[in-house]
Each structure stands twice: as C-alpha cells, then as structure tokens.
C-alpha cells in the first residue's frame, strides 16, 4: 500500500513538474474576451461600458519569469445619446445621436509571472504601441467619420489559472492608456479580461 | 482604415430627422410685425429646376406644413397678413425629394408669388449645404420684405429651418414628423419672436 502512494506521489511530482516546466519553457496563445469602460477624455465622449471585445496575445519565454509577445485586439464601444442640440455661432441642429469607437490595439508586450510554477500564477505586464481608433457619430441620416492611430502603454496585472498542463483561466486587468494625436483626444480605456491560455507544445 | 462595427443606432424612422436652423444675428426680430405666408408649398423633385413650370406639395403634407408655420409665427407675437398688404417677413416653405439639393443663392422657385428678379441672401451667416439620398426636406427661409428693396437685388433672408429625414411610413405618421420639427425649429430658435 505504501508503495502505491509512494508511485501516486511520484506521479503527481511528475505532472506537477511537468506543468511547471511547460508554463516556464512554452510559448503561449491567448483568447480573451474583454469588457471596456472608457475612461478619462474618452468617458466624457461615451459614457457606457462596452460589452464587445476580444483579444488575442502570444507570448514567448525568455527565462523563468519574463515573457514577451504582442497583442492585438478589438473593442467596440457606442452610446445612444438621445436627441441633442448643438449650437454652434448662429446654427443650431438637433437629432438622434449615436457615438461609436471601434479601437483595434496592436501592442508589443513583458510580463513578468511571480510563480510560474504554481497552478496560480500572478503576473504584471507592459504593452507599447499603437491603437487604432475608428470614432464615429450618427446624427440624422450622416455619419462623420474621424481616425487616430495613437500611441498607446497599457499595464495589466493579472492571474493564470491552470487546469491542465496545456491549459490555463486568465484573468486581467488592462489599462490602455492612449495619448492624443492631431485628430482626436486620448482614447484610453480599462478593460477586464477573461479568456483561455494554450501552451504551445 | 478599418471599418467597424456599429452596433446599435436608429430603430425607428423619427430618429433619422434632422432639425436645422440658421439666423442673421444682426437682425432685430422683434422690431418687425407682420409676415405673409403663402397658399403653397413649392415642391422640388430630383430633376427640377427653377426654370420648370411649379410643382406643389400634396396634401396632408402641405397643410401640416402651412398650418405648423402659421401657428407657430402666432404664438411668436406676429401677425399674418396677405402678400399685398406689404408685410415685414415673408415665409417661403420649399419641401423636397432629391437626391442633391442646392436650393440657396437663388430666389427663382418662388417668383411666380413674390414677383421680384434678384435671388436672395444671408446676411451675416451661410446656410448649410444639403445633399440627401432617398430622403425628403422642408425649407423654410424667412425673408425681409425691405419696402426700399429694388427689385433686381437680392431678397435678405434673415432666418432658415431645414428638416431631413427618411421618407418612410404612412402619410399621417409622415406628417407627423414635419409637424414636430416644425416645432423644434421654432423650439431652437428663441430669438425668433416679437
């Protein structure tokens, strides 16, 4: 009987190790669905939390605890506004208004993973790089259209849950901190992501 | 550039309507009393042009229009009174469906009522260009009846109202939207009162 948990112990060290060694020694890619709330500038311009995003992110280790990769991702954010009046000198008009901002994040990326070798992994990272913001308002029948490429640095802290050696739960929290550019005022957003980790075996 | 996804956005027809006013701000509404409206409303198809024979808005259609802008110029303090009775404003309601539209700078849709040869101006401010697709639009320009006015010089229109929308729905709920945004035009327009 000893034996037998001798041999159980044994191979659950194996697997465990195992697993340690793959989260330390493996690329990584990343689904995560995202929720966003514009923050700053951007919460006066829409003022809602936006329900539809994704992001996708590699990773490649570089030594026990640092990774780096990129991410690219995809939020939409759009508030009704109701009916407005702008008046502007001697013009006013007035109609249904609709905001919209499509951002698409494209971000070179760190993290630094505090215990890799643990089913729960906490880890802080760093992006840098751009985001691509479509801003949008509907009012009556047009539609005007304006686009910034902004440069953006987004910290993120976040945990890893694994649920087997290939797999783990990702749970983070993005802040995309994006500068103004000539064409609109900053964009940032906070995101809280949820999504799947694959290692790359 | 990317296009987007936009979720959401107009579920009914109204909220595709567009109010717009416009003003001369050196003019004194309230130093003027009387205005003229006429028994018409001009009506401009895709292909029309000032030189072509008029056409007419139908009905209900015209009435809501004629009868909104009279209510509404009454409670603003002015009295209607007929064309030759030499009033100080006069209305010229213009409804459209174009697919572009440049009814500015030019007075000749409504020489068959006023009789004068200039086109008209804004002084002091430029109205909006309108460009439109499947759409109809009520224009209304309030002009100066200046008595010294020769009449091969540009007629002053002090103030417009444009209205854009999809032309979509039954005659009544069309009437409808013009009436109310007749109303929102006077709505945005608190300086127009005596």
């Not at chain 1, 640095?153 to 550019?181: C, H, M, Q």
């Not at chain 2, 024979?53 to 002015?78: T, V």
């Amino acid at each position: 009987m000893k034996a037998h948990y001798f041999l159980v112990a044994l191979t659950l060290a194996l697997v465990c190790n195992t697993a340690a060694q793959a989260q330390l020694s493996q690329k990584t890619y990343s689904w995560e669905y995202s929720v966003g709330f514009p923050m700053g500038d951007f919460g006066d311009f829409i003022d809602a939390t936006s329900f539809r995003g994704v992001a996708f992110s590699y990773q490649n280790p570089v030594n026990d605890h640092v990774s780096f990769g990129f991410e690219i991702g995809w939020n939409v954010f759009y508030q009704d506004m109701g009916e407005v009046s702008y008046t502007e000198g001697s013009a006013t008009i007035t109609g249904d208004q609709f905001r919209y901002v499509n951002s698409y994040p494209l971000l070179l990326q760190g993290q630094y993973h505090f215990k890799p070798e643990e089913d729960f992994d906490f880890y802080a990272g760093l992006g840098i790089g751009v985001i691509d913001h479509v801003q949008a308002v509907d009012l009556g029948l047009y539609r005007i259209i304006d686009e910034g490429w902004q440069f953006a640095l987004r910290p993120e802290a976040g945990i890893l849950f694994r649920v087997n050696p290939g797999t783990s739960f990702r749970f983070a929290a993005k802040y995309y901190g994006s500068f103004a550019d000539g064409d609109l005022p900053s964009r940032s957003f906070l995101t809280l992501n949820a999504g799947l980790v694959f290692m790359q075996f | 550039m990317l296009s987007g996804c936009y979720p959401g956005g107009a579920e009914y027809v109204d909220q595709l309507d567009l109010v717009y006013t416009n003003y001369s701000p050196g003019f004194d509404f309230g130093s003027v009393q009387t205005y003229a409206l006429p028994d018409e409303v001009v009506f401009i198809d895709s292909d029309s042009r000032p030189t072509d024979p008029e056409e007419y808005l139908r009905e209900p259609f015209k009435s809501g229009i004629l009868d909104g802008l009279e209510a509404q110029m009454n409670a603003r303090g002015y009295t209607k009174v007929d064309i030759n009775a030499d009033p100080d404003l006069i209305l010229f309601p213009t409804a459209s469906r174009t697919v572009n539209v440049d009814i500015w700078y030019g007075g000749g849709y409504w020489d068959w009522w006023y009789g004068w040869g200039g086109g008209w101006y804004y002084p002091g401010y430029y109205p909006t260009y309108v460009s439109s697709y499947e759409t109809g639009s009520v224009f209304v320009q309030l002009a100066f009846n200046n008595p010294n006015l020769d009449p091969n010089e540009d007629l002053p229109v002090h103030w417009i109202g444009v209205m854009n929308g999809l032309l979509q729905g039954t005659d009544t709920q069309v009437n409808n939207r013009i009436k109310s945004s007749i109303d929102q035009m006077f709505a945005q327009s608190e300086y127009l009162r005596r």
